[in-house]
């Protein structure tokens, strides 16, 4: 069916996501309905992938598109989005359709090389920890008509959200509850999902985070949260990545999840009065007051356990 000449996605159709699923019928003929199925679904993913990046032919897929999804899914894994063995599996069903579509194993990548298991200590200083190094890529996103993807990207790291949590924002009712209360209860995104009672309180101690609240409402109009109305979730994420990643190309600036660890940091000088050990190498605070911050950060961060944290702020050693 399928050959490695000129013709559009080697001659299995005309559009990416059909060509795949032809490639998956061909590969495994009229049996396997529920390996060809999850493959197809997860294919369509790395289309979706290939679209934002200007890509609609197989043939234009080289080495470098499939580590750059790579990098993508890793960005998912670390940001908590997809689970390690998932995003594993993405790129397992890139390997074989690919494979199948052009009859050779030339463009190949080593799923558990790419997006392996996250570390659980953190040993690298968040690129975003000086607030100020996020003005320029929010400037300039800005510039490009992307304003939705600049607040995002700012409520990560002034209150430590995931970039779903970000999105779903509600930020008029938040706004109200900062002037009221002096705090944001985290509802909408969180991990795992959480009942209309949930308690995750993060404290507003600053009038920029105030005024970024104050913008997000304004741009929310009259809608629940961020993500634009013409958009699905997903569409969005894949669409706010992208934006991200071009804006920061030539910078060292990583992905949102960065900033979520650059929130913790500061939270955590604020509540010791000692720099975050991931920043200095090794634990300054005492014991007693490294433990007690790790449990205000577990649960401003919208986790359950507090070695997790170490992941964002380094060993507590």
């Not at 996605?9 to 396997?32: C, E, M, P, T, V």
């Not at 009712?173 to 209860?185: C, D, E, F």
């Not at 105030?210 to 979730?233: F, G, H, M, V």
Request: glycine share 8%; net charge positive.
């Amino acid at each position: 069916m399928g050959n490695i000449g000129g013709n559009r996605n080697y001659g299995y159709g005309k559009q990416l996501a059909w060509a795949g699923k032809n490639a998956l019928a061909d590969r495994y003929g009229q049996g396997h309905f529920a390996t060809r199925a999850t493959h197809e679904e997860r294919w369509n993913q790395f289309a979706r992938f290939l679209k934002t990046e200007g890509i609609n032919d197989a043939r234009n897929i080289d080495q470098f598109t499939l580590e750059r999804y790579a990098n993508y899914l890793g960005t998912l894994v670390n940001s908590e989005e997809i689970k390690v063995a998932y995003a594993q599996n993405l790129l397992s069903t890139v390997n074989v359709v690919l494979t199948t579509m052009r009859k050779d194993t030339v463009l190949n990548i080593k799923p558990a090389l790419w997006v392996g298991n996250r570390s659980n200590v953190r040993r690298t200083v968040p690129n975003s920890l000086e607030q100020s190094t996020l003005k320029l890529p929010a400037d300039l996103l800005i510039e490009s008509g992307q304003l939705a993807v600049a607040i995002t990207a700012q409520l990560t790291r002034a209150f430590g959200l995931r970039f779903k949590e970000a999105s779903l924002l509600n930020a008029r009712q938040a706004l109200q509850q900062a002037k009221r209360l002096g705090r944001i209860n985290i509802i909408n995104g969180t991990k795992g999902g959480r009942g209309k009672g949930s308690e995750r309180w993060v404290p507003i101690g600053s009038q920029k985070q105030l005024n970024l609240l104050s913008q997000a409402a304004q741009l929310q109009e009259k809608s629940k949260n961020l993500i634009p109305s013409d958009k699905t979730y997903i569409q969005w994420r894949d669409h706010a990545y992208y934006q991200w990643r071009t804006i920061n190309k030539d910078t060292n600036l990583s992905g949102f999840h960065d900033m979520r660890a650059a929130y913790a940091c500061e939270r955590y000088q604020q509540t010791t009065g000692f720099t975050a050990p991931v920043i200095t190498g090794t634990r300054q605070a005492d014991k007693t007051l490294d433990v007690q911050a790790r449990v205000i950060l577990s649960q401003e961060l919208g986790h359950n356990r507090i070695d997790v944290i170490a992941a964002y702020i380094g060993s507590s050693k």
